[in-house]
């Protein structure tokens, strides 16, 4: 599914485009807690980190859509979650990126449009056990609309549902993203989440092709995270430890 675009008169009434997807600069590894986080400053694009230090603790993030759907992201538990979010200025980088990720996670999503295109199936991962549920990566775009006046929400979604039918757009008119985990203005903004809910932190500003690689073999990290142990069945013979 093609990832939306707000239409330019919305982003101008609410001083923010809807986002999609981002370009980066890798940010620290551990993200905020739901506390008052230090703000988020973009800079020169840094590595993204092999592994997150410490395990931070899960969360769940509540919006509702442009068709006032509610999503959570406990509900995506088991799968990575990619939520992108922006002010205007770095919403269409972030769109670009998004529909980059989604693609290649879901190869045939290229050839379809609509609805189908978020149905795609999700890559494998090579030596995945059998019969065992592959991870999927949700690429989430998040609307960051915390000034926008209540009376003016029907306005917001309307514009919205205008510009994307299909794909899901969380709106976040309480701010909880900038709130929680910081937001660099003018650039896109990253939250990897873990397939087991924790946040493993943000990446904000401008990301070379080096940097979104780095990005996506990350994602893939977490994926292997979710791989079933493999423990022996009544029938099968356990190897002697040498």
Not at 82 to 99: F, P, S, T
Not at 118 to 124: I, K
Not at 146 to 162: H, N
């Amino acid at each position: 599914m093609m990832l939306p675009r707000l239409p330019v008169a919305l982003p101008c009434l609410l001083g923010l485009v809807f986002l999609g997807m981002p370009r980066l600069e890798a940010q620290s590894p551990a993200p905020r807690a739901p506390a008052a986080p230090a703000p988020v400053t973009a800079g020169p694009a840094r590595a993204i980190p092999q592994a997150a230090a410490p395990a931070a603790p899960a969360v769940n993030l509540v919006m509702e859509d442009q068709l006032r759907q509610s999503h959570d992201t406990a509900a995506l538990r088991g799968d990575v979650i990619v939520l992108l979010y922006a002010d205007r200025n770095g919403a269409e980088a972030a769109h670009e990126i998004g529909q980059k990720l989604h693609v290649h996670f879901h190869p045939n999503a290229a050839k379809v449009e609509g609805p189908d295109w978020v149905r795609q199936p999700v890559t494998g991962i090579a030596g995945w056990p059998a019969g065992a549920r592959t991870p999927n990566v949700h690429s989430v775009a998040v609307a960051c609309l915390p000034e926008i006046p209540k009376a003016v929400y029907p306005v917001v979604r309307s514009q919205i549902r205008k510009e994307s039918p299909h794909v899901p757009v969380w709106l976040d008119f309480k701010g909880t993203m900038p709130k929680t985990f910081g937001m660099a203005p003018d650039v896109p903004n990253i939250l990897v989440i873990d397939t087991f809910g924790r946040p493993q932190g943000v990446i904000s500003g401008e990301l070379d092709e080096t940097k979104y690689q780095q990005l996506v073999a990350a994602i893939d990290r977490l994926r292997l995270q979710a791989q079933p142990v493999r423990t022996a069945s009544a029938t099968e013979t356990v190897p002697a430890a040498r």
